[in-house]
């Protein structure tokens, strides 16, 4: 459980301002904050001790808006007299200025946001969403017209997209590429006052004058949940830094407090209170501490406590933006990662040294997977194409054109002579590619809506295939028909094959549900999960399943056993979105925390089996907190979204590539008991 500090857990509260807080921002490396208010005043400040470190000066008119530079070395602020300024973040001086944006009827700015990529800033002033190059001498370009004021305006993650909310009761997507319309949410009764993207940009949050929080899924443009949250105008509301379902909002006059909610079930986590309105809140960036500004002129650092901290050992940074994937070479010497600034990179296992970065992909790399004998790898990414790369010289060998949307997973066949790959919506297909002849050599559809993930059986011969559409397909890959299909209430989010081929894990909705396919049918549905679950994975014996989930939990679930109680789990306080199992290395895990973190199984099996672990084995320790046995190893990037098992020990499963989210537990089974071999934090 997710637990924020109040008055009595290490609130820290100073008053600095002379009237309303009206913006807080954190600083990425977590040092500073910076304050803006209704008394002109912008001040930054020592982040432990809230004292002030410099005050920004310049401004004639209430400062509705701040925030930092990606590099945390300037700071922009946005004023009602029409000028948007940016300072020198160590010396507090004015560097730069929009020019004739006071023209500009209205001009009060009420909100900024910097790009990711630092070169621009979006700014939101009276109807309009304009973009401002800080370079450039010219006038800021206007991206998107509400038939309303704007209220806020903010960048998606790859800083290609921009969400604005507004008085005419809508949020907007809108590309600033193509200055286009991508998607409007008009299911507000009154006028929306905020929202925020999730860490992965797969949802985007609003909040209202009704009080109430949405959240909308910007893949499929649906609403996926309603918060009754507040019970004044909710002012303020952000997702948290590394998970996609735990949002902090804000409340108005009359309700006074700042609250985090798990919005998949509208659970409230936790509420603590200002002595007036709370107009914002921001983040820290580890997610552990939130700040808030209010209508008490006070601004108000509470503690977020997710438990103890594991030990790193090792921390190798590289890619330029979040990493999708990584995946182990089949001889374990290997690691490969495909991120979001369209790279993959190779590195030393042991050193974590780069040896080679392969280029060509025009989009984000959203999975990677290696041949068997660990020659070559296979790419997918959002420019639609799977790739085949020489490991040993980086020379791009093929480009397997045919998706003609994201490829979303590529899964090497154990045979080593094919690969599979699934796409997005606007495809919603399987092919087979045949790499010796460089083509498609079939194109399995059938599913109605995006394909999530691929697995190969052990001897190659049929493949699986699950969908937001519900179902799960098996396709015969020698004929390219359907074997068989499973219909489900919710959608299939992860498959894993048994090492057998007898058996087929699925991550569907919330439960966990194991096939049996020599009969065809169900053999259990495990219980446990809150909340939807992204991933799934075997034991390399075959006996136990591991699962993650949204929720930031993971369980443990043993095969053949028939009761519906809860499997033993740990609540985690990083997402991980998926997990490698290595014979010889242990357990890989790629976490939206941005760590790549690796453990030596057979070192905590065997104190597991000599009682070492700590106290409350079960779950959780003697305090009530998550168990958590020794970290070995960990390596560190700002996001990680999938792992590759080594196709040995997985039944060829060359990849699991999950949606967004969780962490995993891994465990193998002794004697009919069940031992926990490792957590990962």
Same mark, same amino acid.
């Given at each position: 459980m997710l637990t924020v500090g109040g008055v009595d857990?290490?609130?820290?509260?100073?008053?600095?301002?002379d009237d309303w807080v009206q913006s807080v921002r954190w600083s990425p490396d977590g040092q500073t904050v910076a304050t803006g208010g209704f008394d002109a005043a912008v001040f930054l400040l020592n982040a432990d001790t809230l004292e002030p470190l410099r005050e920004l000066e310049g401004h004639e008119g209430r400062v509705r808006a701040v925030d930092f530079s990606p590099d945390?070395? &300037?700071?922009?602020?946005? =004023?009602?007299?029409?000028?948007?300024?940016?300072?020198?973040?160590?010396?507090? @001086?004015?560097?730069?200025?929009?020019?004739?944006?006071?023209?500009?009827?209205?001009?009060?700015?009420?909100?900024?946001?910097?790009?990711?990529?630092?070169? %621009?800033?979006?700014?939101?002033?009276?109807?309009?969403?304009?973009?401002?190059? /800080? %370079? &450039?001498?010219?006038?800021?370009?206007?991206?998107?017209?509400?038939?309303?004021s704007i209220n806020q305006i903010a960048w998606s993650v790859n800083g290609k997209k921009v969400l604005s909310v507004s008085n005419d009761r809508t949020a907007v997507i809108s590309s600033t590429g193509r200055q286009?319309?991508?998607?409007?949410? *008009?299911?507000?009764?009154?006028?929306?006052?905020c929202g925020s993207w999730a860490c992965d940009g797969t949802r985007v949050a609003t909040g209202c004058q009704d009080g109430k929080l949405r959240v909308f899924d910007t893949l499929t443009d649906k609403l996926v949940s309603i918060v009754d949250a507040h019970k004044d105008w909710v002012m303020c509301v952000q997702f948290s830094p590394d998970t996609n379902n735990i949002l902090a909002s804000c409340g108005f006059q009359t309700?006074?407090?700042?609250?985090?909610?798990?919005?998949?079930?509208?659970?409230?986590?936790?509420?603590?209170?200002?002595g007036g309105g709370v107009n914002t809140v921001s983040w820290k960036p580890d997610g552990r501490q939130l700040v808030t500004g209010g209508c008490d002129f006070a601004v108000c650092v509470w503690n977020v406590e997710l438990g103890e901290d594991a030990k790193a050992a090792k921390v190798v940074e590289g890619h330029e933006d979040g990493v999708r994937s990584v995946a182990w070479s089949p001889d374990g010497r290997l690691l490969a990662s495909g991120a979001d600034d369209t790279t993959i990179r190779i590195w030393d296992g042991d050193s974590g040294e780069l040896l080679k970065t392969l280029e060509g992909?025009?989009?984000?790399?959203?999975? /990677?997977?290696?041949?068997?004998?660990?020659?070559?790898?296979?790419?997918?990414?959002g420019d639609k194409?799977? *790739?085949?790369?020489?490991?040993?010289?980086?020379?791009?060998?093929?480009?397997?054109?045919?998706?003609?949307?994201?490829?979303?997973?590529?899964?090497?066949?154990?045979d080593g002579t094919r690969a599979a790959s699934c796409a997005f919506e606007m495809d919603k297909s399987v092919r087979i590619w045949n790499l010796q002849k460089k083509k498609a050599e079939h194109t399995l559809v059938g599913h109605t809506d995006r394909v999530n993930s691929v697995a190969w059986s052990p001897d190659s011969s049929l493949v699986a295939s699950g969908s937001d559409d519900k179902t799960i397909v098996v396709w015969d890959t020698t004929t390219g028909k359907q074997c068989n299909s499973f219909q489900h209430a919710f959608p299939v989010r992860a498959l894993a094959w048994s090492p057998d081929g007898k058996h087929l894990a699925c991550g569907i909705g919330k439960? !966990?549900?194991?096939?049996?396919?020599?009969?065809?049918?169900?053999?259990?549905? @495990?219980?446990?999960?809150?909340?939807?679950?992204?991933?799934?994975?075997?034991?390399?014996?075959?006996?136990?399943? /591991?699962? &993650?989930?949204?929720?930031?939990?993971?369980? /443990?679930?043993?095969?053949?056993?028939?009761?519906?109680?809860?499997?033993?789990?740990?609540?985690?306080?990083?997402?991980?979105? =998926? !997990?490698?199992?290595?014979?010889?290395?242990?357990?890989? =895990?790629?976490?939206?925390?941005?760590r790549l973190i690796h453990l030596d199984v057979e070192g905590l099996a065997a104190e597991a089996e000599a009682g070492a672990l700590p106290a409350g084995s079960g779950g959780t320790n003697a305090s009530g907190a998550p168990a958590r046995p020794p970290l070995r190893w960990q390596k560190s990037f700002r996001r990680t979204t999938s792992v590759s098992k080594k196709p040995s020990l997985a039944g060829g499963l060359g990849l699991d590539t999950l949606a967004e989210e969780d962490a995993v537990v891994v465990q193998s089974a002794t004697d009919n008991k069940t031992s926990r071999l490792c957590t990962i934090l």
């Open positions: 857990a290490g609130k820290k509260a100073v008053t600095h301002h945390w070395k &300037s700071v922009v602020t946005g =004023c009602e007299d029409g000028f948007l300024r940016v300072y020198e973040a160590d010396t507090g @001086k004015l560097v730069s200025s929009t020019p004739n944006l006071q023209t500009m009827r209205p001009s009060e700015i009420v909100s900024v946001s910097w790009n990711p990529d630092g070169r %621009s800033v979006l700014i939101a002033s009276g109807h309009n969403a304009r973009v401002w190059r /800080v %370079s &450039s001498s010219q006038s800021p370009e206007t991206v998107y017209s509400h038939k309303g286009e319309v991508l998607s409007t949410y *008009r299911d507000h009764p009154d006028a929306v006052l309700d006074k407090t700042c609250k985090v909610w798990e919005t998949d079930n509208g659970e409230l986590l936790q509420s603590f209170t200002h992909h025009k989009d984000w790399v959203n999975s /990677v997977t290696w041949s068997p004998d660990g020659t070559k790898l296979a790419s997918a990414s194409t799977v *790739r085949v790369y020489d490991t040993n010289t980086g020379k791009e060998l093929v480009v397997l054109k045919g998706h003609s949307d994201w490829v979303q997973c590529v899964q090497w066949a154990p439960l !966990v549900v194991l096939y049996d396919l020599e009969a065809g049918s169900v053999e259990a549905q @495990k219980q446990g999960h809150r909340a939807p679950v992204y991933s799934v994975a075997w034991s390399p014996n075959g006996q136990s399943v /591991v699962s &993650s989930s949204q929720d930031k939990s993971v369980r /443990v679930w043993t095969l053949g056993k028939t009761e519906d109680e809860k499997s033993p789990g740990f609540q985690l306080d990083s997402p991980v979105h =998926c !997990v490698a199992w290595h014979e010889k290395k242990g357990v890989s =895990c790629a976490c939206a925390s941005g």
